[in-house]
């Protein structure tokens, strides 16, 4: 089955710089590729998603990157803001119905002042 | 503005004891998720159910059993809890309609088994 690996497990910043986080997968029939925040003490929220017919989105300060021939994909936030301060998963589905999403582990972001 | 609604948000209960968790969403879709979120933050799907009918069913014990009334109601039951089931327990939905597959998480229910 599908095997989402989220590179970063900790990652610290300062204020208005640029995060990246990294995922990989490893079935190639997967098609939809969505991002879920985590604030502390909170529950996911859906942030952005990419499907494999781009390799680029961007909604505001937050870019994904999709890579299909190396099963890449990759979340970019500009200009971080201590409120990004956060848990980052990004997750892996098969297009049809997106029934079942595997989720990475989780990056910690730390954005300080 | 939460509109996956979970009960309880905690509970703590014994070995062997019998728990339900009960889970509604009021967005009007068609599919709904059980997550198990362990203490380390994974993120484990365990199942789905599409229009009440289940979709998903990840290699989970059997004391673990959904239920679904209608498409808008996700309950779990856990017969004989053990050790290993303390967790947060997210419920989630989502709609295929309109190819936007994004999912709505409930804000958790923490079980703690003692």
């Known amino acids: 089955g599908e095997k989402v690996e989220q590179h970063e497990s900790t990652l610290s910043v300062r204020e208005g710089d640029s995060a990246v986080i990294n995922c990989t997968y490893t079935?190639?029939?997967?098609?939809?590729f969505p991002w879920y925040k985590q604030e502390a003490g909170k529950s996911l929220h859906f942030v952005i998603d990419i499907r494999s017919n781009v390799d680029r989105k961007q909604s505001q300060r937050l870019i994904v990157l999709l890579d299909k021939k190396a099963k890449r994909f990759s979340l970019h936030i500009t200009a971080t803001q201590p409120e990004d301060s956060a848990i980052y998963f990004c997750a892996a589905s098969m297009g049809t119905g997106g029934y079942k999403v595997v989720f990475g582990s989780g990056t910690r972001l730390l954005v300080s002042p | 503005e939460t509109a996956v609604f979970q009960t309880p948000n905690y509970h703590v209960t014994q070995v062997g004891n019998e728990v339900s968790f009960n889970c509604k969403q009021t967005l009007g879709h068609d599919t709904m998720y059980w997550y198990k979120q362990d203490s380390k933050k994974l993120l484990k799907i365990m199942f789905s159910?599409?229009?009440?009918?289940?979709?998903v069913n990840e290699t989970v014990p059997r004391r673990f059993s959904p239920q679904s009334s209608d498409k808008a109601h996700l309950n779990l039951r856990i017969k004989s809890v053990e050790p290993e089931d303390s967790a947060v327990y997210l419920c989630a939905s989502s709609s295929r309609w309109g190819g936007v597959y994004e999912q709505y998480f409930g804000p958790g229910t923490r079980l703690t088994v003692l």
């Open positions: 079935d190639t029939a997967s098609s939809y």
């Open positions: 159910y599409n229009n009440k009918q289940l979709i």
